[in-house]
């Protein structure tokens, strides 16, 4: 087997178990009992949280900043194309130039934040060295596998590049890619209890 | 010695002990969905305009995010792998008497917990939370503010938090009592004080007795006309305030909650109703049985709900026509963003006002009048509240309303303050108040 996918494994395997062991810390913090009586439905806050909560109607933070929204949405859709690359790549199907197109898109959005981040004083100011590292590792990862799609022999340096990424990933904020979805079902449990989640008007 | 004195001269004695407490109540804290959130944040900002704080005066202290990483530092460095091993990368810092003054000037000096941010959250951070977390902490540290420690103390010692007398209470309710006697012209007209076995025992802010009078007594005129079978207690159980929320010591908290569950079983009520109060709506009817561990063998409802249920169900009738003013509506965060209570003061409102105008944004999305969280009881952070409220007052200049309705009292003051303040010349009123001159026969 070629040494760099079988180091993708690797690391892949690394970053799954880190991820699990963190989210197992997380859960031996236990679960909050609640005595009072619900006025909502805890469940239905779930749902919005994952699908209407999310959407610029929904959050002003959204609308105000619609420039870095659309930089975010582009971002993370190229890092998913550039994992289904990944994905293709493992199993020897090949990397569609179409989906190498989207993970390049992904990339300038990748550039843009971070461009941001490192010209805003305030951005800046709640950053730490993480951050940025986080940031050129998931473009660095997208830009490659779309320049992969495109250029085959970069593709050693895109796998390298993936070794870094899935190692690093627990470690940072990347760790996000877990901790989104307890944290979005933590909210729209809360709101969704109490009545206020999916709004009333 | 002046409040901040005494908070400054303690955080200059803190000892490595007190570190050790304050971080052992903060972990204390933390559940499976706190140790979630703090692992979440994306460092992306975009909660900054979110808050009022940093609306008014954009610092970068003044980001949500901002005040989160202050407390997120220290979980990282004392609570994960990364955080001890790498602390630079990941920006971790150890509890120390700088951090511990960031905190105290983070989560008592520029959040009023009202939780705005947390709906604008890219992830949907509960801010809120873990500021709570860090305020407990900080209490453990001996870092509560104190002139919010001393309302917190007041209930504790009094059972109120004006340190009203038995006496004073008393003679106050008798004295509405003739008010409303000869506003209705019905010498029946009661404010029942401790009458066993009354459906509703009815709760009100210190604030109406002390300041407000006609607060009270436009409720209890409510009551009257929908022939309610009501009481009010006069020992300890009386007051719905719990500034334990906001200390957020819950043991207090809790012994605060006490007191309205023993009214409740002194007089044998079937539903407690907790007046025109947003911390204290959210405390008796959200957080009293978290803090008590158990939950109620009562029913909590706000006065809000009750004068919807009677409108839809005929026992009250309003005329709009006496309201031609044009109305608007402050939601107060813990009543509605937080509290869910968020139609029945409408429905109530527009059966009762004839002009009745929506700030922009509302319900759930409105912006905190500034003084929430206890900030009503720090002195030390006066002016950053009145600052911080110009966010409200905008909101109001905006509808060119009038008349402010809110169904709560510390809002009452702060809006109060900002009517001076910002020149707004405006009058502020309860829901209670708005109806009671609404009652037709
Ligand atoms: S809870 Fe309210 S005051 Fe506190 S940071 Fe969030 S938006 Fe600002
Ligand atoms: S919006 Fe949420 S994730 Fe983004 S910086 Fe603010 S708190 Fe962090």
């Not at chain 2, 969280?373 to 950053?384: C, D, S």
Request: net charge positive.
């Amino acid at each position: 087997m070629n040494p760099l996918l079988a180091g993708v494994m690797l690391a892949t395997i690394w970053c799954a178990g880190a991820l699990v062991v963190l989210y197992m810390r997380t859960k031996a913090f236990g679960v909050r009992q609640l005595h009072s009586r619900p006025a909502g439905d805890a469940r239905a806050g779930v749902r919005y949280a994952f699908t209407q909560g999310m959407a610029p109607q929904a959050k002003e933070s959204v609308r105000m900043n619609p420039l870095s929204y659309l930089a975010g949405m582009l971002y993370h859709t190229g890092i998913f194309a550039g994992l289904a690359l990944l994905g293709l790549k493992l199993s020897g199907l090949g990397t569609p130039r179409v989906l190498g197109i989207v993970a390049l898109l992904g990339a300038t959005g990748g550039i843009a934040l971070l461009g941001k981040r490192m010209f805003k004083a305030h951005l800046r100011g709640i950053s730490c060295p993480d951050d940025f590292v986080s940031n050129l590792l998931a473009t660095g990862f997208a830009a490659l596998a779309g320049i992969t799609c495109f250029l085959p022999s970069f593709a050693s340096l895109w796998l390298i590049e993936t070794i870094a990424l899935l190692i690093y990933a627990p470690l940072g904020k990347i760790r996000h890619c877990l901790f989104f979805f307890p944290t979005r079902y933590h909210f729209g449990a809360f709101f969704g209890r109490r009545g206020v989640l999916p709004p009333t008007a | 010695m002046s409040d901040v004195d005494e908070l400054e001269t303690r955080l200059e004695a803190l000892t490595e002990a007190d570190f050790q407490r304050g971080l052992e109540v903060f972990r204390s804290k933390l559940k499976e969905a706190e140790a979630a959130f703090l692992n979440a944040c994306v460092h992306c900002g975009l909660c900054a305009e979110s808050c009022h704080y940093y609306r008014m005066d954009p610092v970068l202290e003044n980001i949500p995010a901002a005040k989160l990483e202050t407390i997120a530092a220290v979980f990282k460095r004392h609570f994960t792998t990364m955080g001890k091993v790498a602390p630079g990368l990941v920006g971790a810092r150890s509890m120390d008497k700088d951090m511990a003054r960031a905190w105290v000037d983070a989560v008592f000096g520029r959040c009023s917990l009202c939780g705005r941010c947390s709906l604008n959250c890219t992830v949907g951070i509960l801010l809120p939370r873990l500021f709570r977390a860090a305020r407990a902490a900080l209490g453990a540290m001996g870092l509560t503010p104190p002139d919010l420690q001393a309302t917190v103390d007041t209930a504790l010692k009094h059972g109120n938090n004006m340190a009203i007398t038995r006496e004073d209470w008393v003679e106050t309710v008798q004295w509405i009592e003739e008010e409303l006697q000869m506003e209705t012209g019905d010498p029946e007209a009661r404010l029942p004080l401790d009458k066993h076995g009354a459906k509703i025992l009815f709760t009100v802010n210190p604030r109406e007795p002390k300041f407000f009078p006609l607060s009270l007594q436009a409720s209890a005129k409510v009551f009257w006309a929908a022939k309610e079978d009501w009481t009010l207690t006069a020992d300890h159980g009386w007051d719905l305030t719990n500034y334990g929320l906001f200390n957020c010591k819950d043991e207090e908290a809790g012994l605060i909650t006490q007191n309205l569950v023993d009214a409740m079983a002194r007089l044998g009520c079937e539903t407690l109703v907790i007046g025109e109060c947003g911390h204290g709506f959210a405390s008796a009817r959200w957080e009293g049985e978290e803090w008590l561990k158990q939950g109620f063998p009562f029913k909590v409802m706000s006065i809000l709900e009750l004068m919807d249920e009677y409108l839809r169900d005929g026992r009250i009738k309003v005329d709009p026509a006496k309201h031609p003013k044009k109305v608007t509506l402050h939601d107060p965060c813990n009543l509605v963003r937080h509290g869910g209570i968020c139609e029945a003061q409408r429905r109530v409102l527009r059966a009762s006002a004839a002009d009745f105008v929506e700030m922009t944004p509302n319900r759930e999305h409105n912006f905190c009048c500034g003084g929430g969280g206890g900030q009503l009881a720090m002195g030390r952070y006066k002016a950053r509240r009145l600052n911080s409220g110009g966010m409200k007052a905008q909101q109001i200049r905006d509808t060119a309303a009038e008349v402010v309705v809110t169904p709560c009292h510390n809002c009452v003051d702060q809006l109060g303050e900002l009517n001076k303040e910002y020149k707004l010349k405006v009058q502020i009123k309860t829901v209670a108040e708005i109806v009671a001159d609404a009652l037709v026969p």
